[in-house]
């Protein structure tokens, strides 16, 4: 069984910043891609950055030059540092991975998510 459990969510001011983590745990074999969604009340879920099994990443129009996204293929964990918030950034992040899980396959999982607040 694979667990993705994020971290560092919070409440910060305008202009702030925040880095968010996420650890995957289980039966891992191998992890592809990886990557942050958030999901804001009343609005999809939208694409804030992934991040390849060769690092290539990719970044959402809202967050780009000011979030950065990176892993740690050791301890098969992804992180998010988010620059200059806004209160539009004010959201429940979710952190995704397609896994290759020993006896499972390759699936793709998700994180409970963590609450972003962004308000003075």
């Known amino acids: 069984q694979v667990q993705l459990v994020e971290s560092g969510g919070g409440l910060v001011q305008p202009g702030g910043s925040l880095r968010l983590s996420c650890a995957a745990s289980?039966?891992?074999?191998?992890?592809?891609?990886m990557g942050w969604y958030r999901q804001a009340p009343g609005k999809q879920r939208e694409l804030v950055a992934g991040?390849?099994?060769?690092?290539?990443?990719n970044y959402g129009d809202s967050v780009k030059g000011r979030s950065t996204i990176s892993r740690d293929k050791g301890k098969n964990t992804v992180y998010l540092q988010m620059n200059s918030l806004k209160p539009e950034d004010t959201a429940v992040y979710y952190c995704?991975?397609?896994?290759?899980?020993?006896?499972?396959?390759?699936?793709?999982?998700w994180g409970q998510g963590t609450q972003v607040t962004v308000s003075s």
């Open positions: 991040i390849t099994s060769d690092d290539s990443t």
């Open positions: 995704n991975a397609d896994i290759w899980a020993l006896g499972a396959g390759i699936k793709d999982y």
């Open positions: 289980g039966s891992i074999f191998k992890i592809n891609a």
